[in-house]
């Protein structure tokens, strides 16, 4: 007799052997998550962000890149170099020293420090700002256009002067891309030339004529506002005939004001300016200077930094990045939208302590 089929039933599996196995489970995935999937946070570096001067005009800039360290997980040392080659040049190699990851810097003289520009770039990314050091090894500059705002500034002083006339340029440094740039674009402008950034630079001895406008001298001074009024008051008792003023730094228009007044010319000359100093925003409030050209300075250190942090972390730029030139926007500053742009915060506040260069 043939023995009845043996059927198992399986056993219920024990709950804390399933429960084990659901928390094995959960581990594993939390951990594959921290490990692959889930977004590191940035490497920590030590960045520097370096001026040419001690001005007050460098704030809203250092305020923006001190906005992007904070975001990026970077420790900021920001130095403000006396305005001299032999400082900028030791606080360079004081910061290669003190092991940063990476320098930004606005370059006194980039002709006269191409060597330790192009020496620091060997060690740690060189990100330029405000003025350029295009022969170098530098990586990227951040800045506005200057031979484009040069242009806006003969465009305001056209506006101003639509006769046209003998017209006066006053910049800190005209050897500097900035200051060379900006001035260049002017006279480009003044004397209905075509727009090119490469057009060899003009002498500084010299008049300079055009149909309507005359560019009877360029004055500098070497960042020094006090300077300014004594080379704009000589240039105006030498040149009483002047009837416009272009001032290419932020002390400029503020220094041609006071020069003015000093030769007896108070109200005779229109005045263009550049930044919007306390003193150059009282001025065209007031009336006495006609507009300045605005660049975004906050923007540039943001960005200075951001570049800057993705160089130091091998972060290669996208297709809209490859460009060795970051510009930020210009703007020109006018009676009509000072109230607004200073109260939408795109300048700053009438309270604020004036500017620099």
Request: overall charge negative; proline content about 7%.
């Amino acid at each position: 007799m043939s023995q009845p089929a043996l059927t198992t039933t399986p056993r219920p599996a024990h709950p804390a052997r399933l429960f084990s196995a659901i928390v094995l489970l959960l581990v594993g995935a939390v951990m594959f998550y921290v490990l692959a999937v889930r977004p590191r946070a940035p490497k920590h570096l030590k960045l520097a962000l370096l001026t040419w001067t001690q001005d007050p005009f460098w704030e809203p800039l250092i305020r923006g890149a001190q906005d992007c360290a904070s975001q990026a997980n970077v420790d900021l040392t920001v130095v403000r170099s006396k305005p001299t080659v032999d400082d900028q040049n030791q606080h360079i190699r004081e910061l290669l020293d003190a092991g940063v990851d990476g320098i930004a810097i606005s370059p006194n003289d980039a002709s006269a420090q191409l060597a330790i520009l192009n020496d620091a770039a060997a060690r740690v990314p060189i990100v330029t700002f405000d003025s350029d050091a295009p022969s170098s090894k530098r990586r990227r500059f951040v800045g506005i256009d200057n031979y484009a705002a040069g242009r806006f500034s003969a465009d305001e002083i056209r506006e101003a002067l639509p006769d046209g006339g003998p017209i006066l340029i006053s910049v800190g440094s005209a050897t500097m891309q900035h200051g060379r740039d900006r001035r260049q674009g002017v006279i480009d402008g003044l004397l209905e030339r075509g727009f090119d950034r490469n057009r060899p630079s003009d002498p500084i001895d010299g008049e300079l004529k055009g149909p309507k406008y005359t560019v009877v001298a360029t004055v500098t001074d070497g960042a020094d506002p006090s300077k300014a009024v004594v080379t704009i008051a000589e240039a105006l008792r030498a040149h009483p005939e002047v009837k416009g003023i272009v001032g290419l730094f932020s002390y400029s228009a503020p220094a041609a004001l006071e020069a003015m007044k000093q030769v007896g010319r108070t109200g005779q000359i229109q005045v263009v300016g550049f930044d919007e100093s306390l003193e150059t925003q009282q001025a065209i409030e007031a009336g006495t200077i006609h507009s300045s050209i605005l660049q975004d300075s906050q923007r540039a250190g943001y960005q200075a930094i951001e570049v800057l942090a993705n160089e130091a972390r091998g972060i290669a730029p996208g297709p809209a990045e490859q460009s060795a030139i970051l510009n930020v926007d210009i703007n020109v500053l006018t009676p009509k939208n000072l109230p607004l742009l200073r109260e939408s915060g795109a300048i700053r506040p009438a309270t604020s302590q004036p500017s620099g260069t």
